[in-house]
């Protein structure tokens, strides 16, 4: 890491990332695998009461580091520690990678409450294959596809800000 002093607490991956960029980074590792672990339990062992729950944990739990890391990036920004700073301004791949990021991103942030929210809803408890499922089982793919792409890009836009 260079010898400059960055707004924000410094990350612990060793680049000029901040601690929650890094927290983030990895989170995202976790997120994606207990999705999938999630999915696999839901469509292969029949586990309807697991997959809900372990959706509305992980539902929380990312929604709690989004609320903190978007304070940290609101008091501290990231544009003075992205690598190639030119005029203060991170160069245009970065911020190409950004905008694709928040396109998954946000269409995430829509997607996944609503998931949630519609299959608490519309299923038994104990939750169990019903009408609802014609709804969910293609609005949750595109949901769980959406969380993959969005940890996917902010990936790319974290090594092309902070590693290169």
């Not at 400059?4 to 997120?31: K, Q």
């Not at 207990?34 to 959706?55: C, D, E, G, N």
């Not at 990231?78 to 160069?91: D, F, L, Q």
Request: glycine share 6%; proline share 5%.
């Amino acid at each position: 890491m260079d010898d400059v002093d960055f707004p924000g607490i410094d990350g612990f991956l060793g680049t000029r990332a901040s601690l929650m960029l890094d927290v983030l980074v990895l989170g995202m590792l976790a997120v994606v695998a207990v999705l999938l672990w999630s999915v696999y339990q839901v469509k292969f062992r029949r586990r309807y009461q697991l997959h809900k729950w372990t959706q509305i944990m992980l539902g929380a739990v990312v929604l709690v580091v989004v609320v903190l890391f978007e304070v940290d990036i609101r008091l501290h920004g990231w544009e003075m520690r992205a690598s190639g700073i030119e005029n203060g301004r991170a160069p245009s791949p970065v911020w190409y990678a950004l905008y694709v990021h928040l396109v998954f991103a946000v269409s995430s942030l829509i997607l996944w409450p609503v998931t949630i929210y519609l299959a608490l809803r519309n299923f038994p408890n104990p939750p169990q294959p019903s009408a609802h499922s014609r709804v969910h089982v293609p609005l949750a793919r595109t949901a769980a596809v959406d969380m993959v792409m969005t940890a996917i890009t902010g990936w790319i836009f974290y090594w092309l800000a902070f590693v290169r």
